[in-house]
T-cell receptor, first 114, second 110 residues
Framework: GAGVSQSPSNKVTEKGKDVELRCDPI?????LYWYRQSLGQGLEFLIY????????KSGLPSDRFSAERTGGSVSTLTIQRTQQEDSAVYLC????????????FGNGTRLTVT | KQEVTQIPAALSVPEGENLVLNCSFT??????LQWFRQDPGKGLTSLLL?????REQTSGRLNASLDKSSGRSTLYIAASQPGDSATYLC?????????FGAGTRLTVKP
């Protein structure tokens, strides 16, 4: 597609429920990132996928968070047993292979846990 | 661990002024530095990317410089316009992820 696509754009869920957030990167981009942006805060790195390599999960805040990337394209971020502190905007970005390539971001999913 | 700092946190200027946003980082072993713009409720839009071997990049009224040895970058905006009002973020790539500053919230008053 023309850009990084994320769905849903907004998600309201009850505390304790599981949620799945989807990211469709730019076609041909091998690198995919998930970030979290809490209200008034900077971007917090969550996880990084590069091709078929093992993902860098060093930013995931707890074992309630997991992500997968199927077929080297679409990625799903799953949050289990959501807590109110999980409320944030979850941003996905992709880039072409290589450390010198720019990141392209989607518009994010705004998650509200009530 | 790479730390990225942006000052000022907020800036308000009248239309037409030239302005400079600052970004500093603690680890000079970077691949590149990227400046983004974020409008309220939106994702990030890439403005300029400077590779580690470069000193500056220009796009229209925007000019970004990089001094890797001192861990600094500046974003210069010429002849500011109300449409430039947004949050500006710098991000530094070291390894797999990019580390972001907290941003500078810019308001350009008509």
């Amino acid at each position: 597609g023309a850009g990084v696509s994320q769905s849903p754009s907004n998600k309201v869920t009850e505390k304790g429920k599981d949620v799945e957030l989807r990211c469709d990167p730019i076609s041909g981009h091998t690198a995919l990132y998930w970030y979290r942006q809490s209200l008034g805060q900077g971007l917090e790195f969550l996880i990084y996928f590069q091709g078929n390599s093992a993902p860098d999960k060093s930013g995931l805040p707890s074992d309630r968070f997991s992500a997968e990337r199927t077929g080297g394209s679409v990625s799903t971020l799953t949050i289990q047993r959501t807590q109110q502190e999980d409320s944030a905007v979850y941003l996905c970005a992709s880039s072409a292979l290589g450390g010198g390539s720019p990141l392209h971001f989607g518009n994010g999913t705004r998650l509200t846990v009530t | 661990k790479q730390e990225v700092t942006q000052i000022p946190a907020a800036l308000s200027v009248p239309e037409g002024e030239n302005l400079v946003l600052n970004c500093s980082f603690t680890d000079s072993a970077i691949y590149n530095l990227q400046w983004f713009r974020q409008d309220p409720g939106k994702g990030l839009t890439s403005l300029l990317l400077i590779q580690s071997s470069q000193r500056e990049q220009t796009s229209g009224r925007l000019n970004a410089s990089l001094d890797k040895s001192s861990g600094r970058s500046t974003l210069y905006i010429a002849a500011s316009q109300p449409g430039d009002s947004a949050t500006y973020l710098c991000a530094v790539r070291t390894g797999n992820d990019m580390r972001f500053g907290a941003g500078t919230r810019l308001t350009v008053k008509p």
